[in-house]
Structure formats: C-alpha cells, structure tokens
Nanobody, 124 residues
C-alpha cells in the first residue's frame, strides 16, 4: 500500500506562485511514476503533469506548460514530488491531487494511488 499526502495549497492572486508537495510512502513503494491531476468545481478531473520514476522525463498539459514545473526526490523508502506553479491564473483554481502509478499517463485510471487533494484558489 502507498500513502500520498499533499501539502502547500492555498489562496493566491493571479500572477502569483504556489508550491505543492506530495510525500509518498509505503511498503510497496518502488519509485513509481508520479503525477498531478486537478479538478475544478463541476468539471472532470484533468491531467496536469507527470514525472518518470527516475525524474528524467516530464510531461505537461498544454494549459500549464511553461508555468508549472514538476520535480521529485527519491529516497530509499519514500518519494517526494513537487509542483512549482508560477504565473497562476484564475482558471488554475481546483483541487490538486497527487497520484502514483506504474507509468506516465494522462489517464487517471492508470494511477493506483491518490492523495486526498489540496485546494488551490487563484483570485483575479
């Protein structure tokens, strides 16, 4: 079982920055691919960005490319993944979910483990 715990959400003005963190741990953790999804009120859950097991490959949704950066630190029995969000826009407002799975994918169904989510609100 893998546990994911996000932190760092909050309220920021448009044009500002926020940094999210996700601490992943568990007895079955073996450096999974990690990603962030987000879900705005009344909308479907959308892919944001993903990073490969060793952090050597990243992939971004077009809507966040050039503004968001994903990174990770791999330790022996834990992983921490970060999401640096710059130039935030009101349409970035959503609950952000950290996920872990066997490979990088835009499909939420490909990820086995989900965090509880953290709220990001961008005011105009």
């Amino acid at each position: 079982q893998v546990q994911l715990l996000e932190s760092g959400g909050g309220l920021v003005q448009a044009g500002g920055s926020l940094s999210l963190s996700c601490a992943a741990s568990g007895s079955t953790l073996t450096n999974p691919a990690m990603a962030w999804f987000r879900q705005a009120p009344g909308k479907e859950r959308d892919f944001v960005t993903a990073i490969s097991e060793r952090g050597d490959y990243t992939y971004y949704a077009d809507s966040v490319k050039g503004r968001f950066t994903i990174s990770r630190d791999n330790a022996e029995n834990s992983v921490t993944v970060y999401l640096q969000m710059n130039s935030l826009e009101p349409q970035d407002t959503a609950v952000y979910y950290c996920v872990a799975g066997p490979w990088i994918s835009e499909n939420p169904g490909d990820y086995n483990y989900w965090g509880q989510g953290t709220q990001v609100t961008v005011s105009s």
